[in-house]
T-cell receptor
Framework: EPEVTQTPSHQVTQMGQEVILRCVPISNHLYFYWYRQILGQKVEFLVSFYNNEISEKSEIFDDQFSVERPDGSNFTLKIRSTKLEDSAMYFC?????????????FGPGTRLTVT | RKEVEQDPGPFNVPEGATVAFNCTYSNSASQSFFWYRQDCRKEPKLLMSVYSSGNEDGRFTAQLNRASQYISLLIRDSKLSDSATYLCVVNMDGGSQGNLIFGKGTKLSVKP
């Protein structure tokens, strides 16, 4: 069964450093998403991406964040200058974009720890 | 504000029990509804989409009441492996470009 994959599984970085989180969505999917989950809290939407551009972004997704689809398979989330409060689990998701329910499938996540 | 509210839990039930989770959502224009399960420190896994007519998948039954903006999940004959956090999830905007709004989840613990 096709799966979303993410690397690395755990990233430790110092405050102020840049990090890039990588995702390989399911191969025939067209819509891509990033979510985050701070420990003990609910999953929160960050950004959606379609046709090589951002479709929608949340208030969390400020100028420190960017996304890119550098090739036909990878989808990346970059945080330019990490803050302590960026520590969270980051999930990538993808969707085939088929009606009526547009199901999203999640990768295993990258645990980001900012020290 | 767009919100999804769930039973706070936790639910501690014996094997074989029937357990029901409830959820309400704030945006009447919401288009798509889902139940995901999340194991500790793992990703949300899609359990089932919820259709207006209600739907069943084995021991799991989901219901949607659009008038009351209410979603439910019923688990029959609980198994130890059902122990997880169950997330009520709503696509507020509809379509693939809409983002998912998650509830805080209800923790289920099935005991022998």
């Amino acid at each position: 069964e096709p799966e979303v994959t993410q690397t690395p599984s755990h990233q430790v970085t110092q405050m102020g450093q840049e990090v890039i989180l990588r995702c390989v969505p399911i191969s025939n999917h067209l819509y891509f998403y990033w979510y985050r989950q701070i420990l003990g809290q609910k999953v929160e939407f960050l950004v959606s991406f379609y046709n090589n551009e951002i479709s929608e972004k949340s208030e969390i997704f400020d100028d420190q964040f960017s996304v890119e689809r550098p090739d036909g398979s990878n989808f990346t989330l970059k945080i330019r200058s990490t803050k302590l409060e960026d520590s969270a689990m980051y999930f990538c998701a993808s969707s085939a974009g088929t009606a009526p329910v547009y199901e999203q499938y999640f990768g295993p996540g990258t645990r980001l720890t900012v020290t | 504000r767009k919100e999804v509210e769930q039973d706070p839990g936790p639910f501690n039930v014996p094997e074989g029990a029937t357990v029901a989770f409830n959820c309400t959502y704030s945006n009447s224009a919401s288009q798509s509804f889902f139940w995901y399960r999340q194991d500790c420190r793992k990703e949300p896994k899609l359990l089932m989409s919820v259709y207006s007519s209600g739907n069943e998948d084995g021991r799991f039954t989901a219901q949607l009441n659009r008038a009351s903006q209410y979603i439910s999940l019923l688990i029959r004959d609980s198994k130890l492996s059902d122990s997880a956090t169950y997330l009520c999830v709503v696509n507020m905007d509809g379509g693939s470009q809409g983002n998912l709004i998650f509830g805080k989840g209800t923790k289920l613990s099935v005991k022998p």
